[in-house]
């Protein structure tokens, strides 16, 4: 059974700096793609970012491009997002998803809270 938890969440000023993690338990984390999708208020769920099984190849929203940074450690089964130039649009509930490189697996963490606001 697969468990994902998310931290790293909070609030944060337009232009400003967070880093999310996501903690997996059980031995599969190294064999899966991986992913960061948000969800904001009265919008549908979106991908920020992907990350193949390896870590070689990444994919990202255009919204997010050259702002946030998605890598992994398969050794400590904990993947990261880091997100720089943080805006408003960037307000939402960030998950930690395990499964597939180009969409949505069936694994998902409970989400956390990101605030971007002066």
């Known amino acids: 059974q697969v468990q994902l938890v998310e931290s790293g969440g909070g609030l944060v000023q337009p232009g400003g700096s967070l880093r999310l993690s996501c903690a997996a338990s059980?031995?599969?984390?190294?064999?899966?793609?991986m992913g960061w999708y948000r969800q904001a208020p009265g919008k549908q769920r979106e991908l920020v970012a992907t990350?193949?099984?390896?870590?070689?190849?990444?994919n990202y929203a255009d919204s997010v491009k050259g702002r946030f940074t998605i890598s992994r450690d398969n050794a400590k089964n904990t993947l990261w997002l880091q997100m720089n130039s943080l805006k408003p649009e960037d307000t939402a509930v960030y998950y930690c998803?395990?499964?597939?490189?180009?969409?949505?697996?069936?694994?998902w963490g409970q989400g956390t809270q990101v605030t971007v606001s002066s």
């Open positions: 998803n395990m499964g597939r490189y180009s969409s949505p697996g069936d694994y």
């Open positions: 059980g031995s599969i984390f190294r064999l899966n793609a």
């Open positions: 990350i193949s099984s390896s870590g070689v190849r990444t």
